[in-house]
């Protein structure tokens, strides 16, 4: 699916709720529903293959509530505009990031050869500059 028509159709079946703000406003805070929650659920989603769906399931599994709702609140702004905004925002950005395929295993790698060897002479190097330092000896 394309990535414009995938965000164009969460933004069309998201669901937005406004209710009063706390924090920052004034006398604003108390006469305006500033606070946006975005509601939006998730098998309603037209997604790639059960793959997409077990993945979003998966890494937002402490986000979706009971009913298969994925809810995000925004209220950091002091406008209804910009929290509606930055609601819908987060909750794209959520769902485009879950469905990213996971990244491939590290495999882990030895040192070549010719390192082991450039560190071992650095080591030796390292360890005549110390000797060098010591007071002669009554032989030397």
Do not use: C, W
């Amino acid at each position: 699916m394309e990535r414009q028509a995938f965000i164009a159709e969460i933004l069309a079946k998201t669901e937005m709720r406004y209710t009063r703000s706390g924090g920052p406003g004034g006398q604003n805070v108390n006469k305006r529903d500033t606070k946006a929650e975005a509601r939006l659920h998730i098998d309603s989603l037209i997604l790639p293959g059960e793959v997409g769906r077990s993945r979003i399931h998966r890494r937002l599994a402490h986000r979706i509530t009971t009913d298969g709702y994925l809810v995000i609140q925004a209220d950091g702004e002091r406008s209804q505009g910009r929290n509606r905004e930055e609601a819908l925002q987060r909750i794209t950005n959520l769902l485009l990031t879950a469905l990213k395929p996971d990244a491939k295993p590290r495999r882990p790698t030895k040192p070549g050869k010719g390192a082991r060897e450039r560190r071992l002479a650095s080591k030796k190097r390292r360890s005549t500059v110390k000797q060098n330092r010591s007071r002669p000896t009554q032989e030397d």
